[in-house]
Nanobody, 122 residues
Framework: QVKLVESGGDSVQAGGSLRLSCKIS????????MAWFRQAPGQEREVIAT???????TYTDSVEGRFTISQDNDKATTDLQMTALKPEDTALYYC????????????????WGQGTQVTVSS
C-alpha cells in the first residue's frame, strides 16, 4: 500500500527558507511522477513543482527560481527546498504521486500525504 508522509512545515519570516520532505513507502514503479501541491484557505489546491522518474522537473511561475524539487531514490524521499519565502507562500503543502507522466491537475494524482503547514510572516 502506497503511503506518503510529509514533514518540515514551520512558521518563518519572509525571506527565510524551509525544506519539506515527503517519505514514500509501498511505491515501486519505473515510471512515476511526484509533485508538491499547496492550498491556502479559500483557494484551490495548486501544483507548485513536479518531478518525473527520469528526473525532469517543472515549477509554477510563482515559485520558479526560489523552490527546488528533488528526488532521493535511496532514501525514498521527495524534497522541496524553499528559499526567499514570501507571505503569499503560506499554505498547507501536500506531497502527491501518480503513475506514469506528470500532470498539473490534482485530480490526476492517486496518492496524497496528510499535508504540512507552512506559514510565512512579513
Amino acid at each position: 500500500q502506497v503511503k506518503l508522509v510529509e514533514s518540515g512545515g514551520d512558521s518563518v519570516q519572509a525571506g527565510g527558507s524551509l525544506r519539506l520532505s515527503c517519505k514514500i513507502s509501498g511505491y515501486a514503479a519505473t515510471s512515476y511522477c511526484m509533485a508538491w501541491f499547496r492550498q491556502a484557505p479559500g483557494q484551490e489546491r495548486e501544483v507548485i513543482a513536479t518531478i518525473s522518474s527520469d528526473g525532469s522537473t517543472t515549477y509554477t511561475d510563482s515559485v520558479e527560481g526560489r523552490f527546488t524539487i528533488s528526488q532521493d531514490n535511496d532514501k525514498a524521499t521527495t524534497d522541496l527546498q524553499m528559499t526567499a519565502l514570501k507571505p503569499e507562500d503560506t499554505a498547507l503543502y501536500y506531497c502527491a504521486g501518480k503513475w506514469r507522466s506528470c500532470s498539473t491537475a490534482y485530480r490526476d494524482y492517486d496518492y496524497w500525504g496528510q499535508g504540512t503547514q507552512v506559514t510565512v510572516s512579513s
